[in-house]
């Protein structure tokens, strides 16, 4: 089946470059990496506490998609430069999370890595070039983040790009820390 839309979505994704990472439009060439990651209990043990299936992941690309063309931010791939390798995603989103405190009319950025690309401060680096894009796009916008308080990397790497802790709360019946930049 032919993919018309396919490039009109990828130009719609700025690209961003760091020393060591491309943050790109996420391509259906990536399905399979994209399911090594979330199939990963190590990653989804802090987010929804379960590996996703094939079928969910790939809910999760349109998901991505969707966001770029509704609402003009969304979710890069996240790739090594060196390699080309696709080691995963990264952005800002509006979910409309049934939490409180609600994060309306905030963004809500987030992220994850492979297994493999942890512990090499790639987190860091892609947080900060997406935060630097959202600043020039969104100024002075509230961005928070919600992680789980076990999850101790991902809270180094919120506060390392300038996120303090808001509030504590529960969502899905887990507890979750909002933090707040």
Known sequence: MERAREGQYEGAVPVLETARLRLRAHRVEDHDARAAI???PEVTRFIGGRPLTGEEVWRRLLQYI???????YGYWAVEEKATGRYIG?????DFH????PSLAGMLEFGWVLAPHAHGKGYASEAVAAA???GGQHFGALRAVCIIAPDNRPSIRVAEK???KLWQETTYHDAPTLVFSR
């Not at 969707?66 to 003009?72: E, K, S, T």
């Not at 995603?89 to 989103?93: E, L, R, T």
């Open 97 to 100: 999370r049934d939490m409180q």
């Open 66 to 72: 969707g966001l770029w063309n509704v609402l003009g």
């Open 38 to 40: 979330w199939s990963d």
């Open 161 to 163: 790009a300038g996120f």
């Open 89 to 93: 995603d990264i952005g800002f989103a």
């Open 131 to 133: 935060i630097a894009w």
